[in-house]
């Protein structure tokens, strides 16, 4: 099975160069884990920037998250405009929109510099009114977004929609190719001399002084870096801090063929929470939507869910081309965190809590933490600061916390099944052993069963099956098992324990 499990997504076909396993010890001034858009376009603006740098990736290049995102590159903050001035000040959000409109900038030219053809387009962006919206409150957004630092025009009829509905422009958005986008830049990095290795699991990390920080792999081999930059979806170093200010959720998405060509080509995304957000790839229809915890119960099925909003807003589509999941982190106050890694260490980087704009924070990241690394401040800093404390998002920082609490009721639950048996195949089950014990069970086929301790090694959530992806999902803290018990997705570092 692979990383993303059973289900692909539209971008997948699309090769990227491999490299090989570390084999040997390593010393370089700047290490960044993470070979997915972040921690590739943080690598890059280092080097480009003069500094050694080696960049090490558990699985290959690309097989994460970015492989999972739909890459919209917009200034379409996740929450709307109206909540983020409850939630923040005024000059708070005006940076906020100031950071990701730039980043769509830096990516053009990056484009445009670099000669990368990964079908880069300007195009505008449309926020249209779902069940839960009046006019009026659209109205109020549109104001939001007038006194946040942009000019949204209102629309009687939203492009491509079946039906007048209303909705806010926003001018000038962008599209992409995200993987095509991380070829590029890795050709780049190859002139720049970035040393890459991919299938190389990091097992610790340990500051040995204030500059220097030793990253210990599974295969032996450690890197000494001056600097580390911890580009993973959920940061790997921080067991505790940052895991109690963002929120794991799986996000699903479908590409539908089209009866014909469409003209007005458009970002579009709806008011409904979660919200669904739609974008063309390459003559198809791609749509996403019904966000839930990881590791908890989706309202329903997510495919047919979204698959019966599709064909109810666009009568063009017919049929379903892809269909695949992805894991987002959500910040407690809606804004990720990127910046110096809260603790004593003044030398390790971070950043995580990337939501569903995770394309252009990647992007911010590469100007933020070289930035930070380079000159200590950033015009930036305070906003995505990892440290700040969720002041006026308390009550949802309070609520998600006692979700992540009352995930721990499953440690005295009983078996969902009585013996192996019951688990039909391709199937998972979790069943008690004892008073304590309890293990995850997968039943391959046959009299084949892989079985192991159904606890997470994070922070010993116990974890539940996801028939979707064909995994085993934390609902505590977002880390995710293949059928074997193996790692894919942290903040979890080992894989679960044997049986």
Known sequence: MSIQGRLSSVWEGTALPRFEAITSNQKTEVCVIGGGISG??????MAKRGHKVTLVEAFTIGSGQTGRTTAHLTCQLEEQFVQLLKMHDLETVQAFLDAHRSAIDIIETNVFS????CDFKRLDGYLFQGRNFSEAKLRKEQDAGRKSGINLDYVEKTPLLSGAVAGLRFPRQAQFNPIKYMAGLL???????????ENTHVRHIENLDPETTVISTDSGYDIEAKYLVVATDSPINNRFYIHTKQFAYR?????????GPVADECLLWDTEDPYHYVRFVDGTLVVGCEDHRTGQDPDGDPFR???EWTRKNFAFVRDVKEKWSGQVFEPADQIGYIGKNPGPEKNIYITTGQSGIGMTSATIASVLIPELIEHGTHPWAAVFDPSRPPVRGLSD????????????????TGSEVESLQEIPEDHGSIMREGLIAKSCVYHEKGDCFEKKSAFCTHLGAVVHWNDIEKTWDCPAHGSRFNTHGAVIEGPAIDGLSER
């Not at 590739?40 to 603006?45: P, T």
């Not at 050709?187 to 290795?197: G, P, Q, S, W």
């Not at 996000?251 to 009866?259: D, G, K, R, S, V």
């Open 397 to 412: 920082f309070v609520l998600e916390n006692v979700n992540v609490a009352y995930q721990y009721k499953d440690w005295v």
């Open 40 to 45: 590739i376009s943080i690598a890059y603006k």
């Open 305 to 307: 869910n979204l698959e």
């Open 187 to 197: 050709a780049a990095m190859r002139k720049l001399d970035v040393t890459i290795f």
């Open 251 to 259: 996000t699903y998405a479908m590409a539908f063929t089209l009866e």
């Open 114 to 117: 670099e000669h990368i053809d």
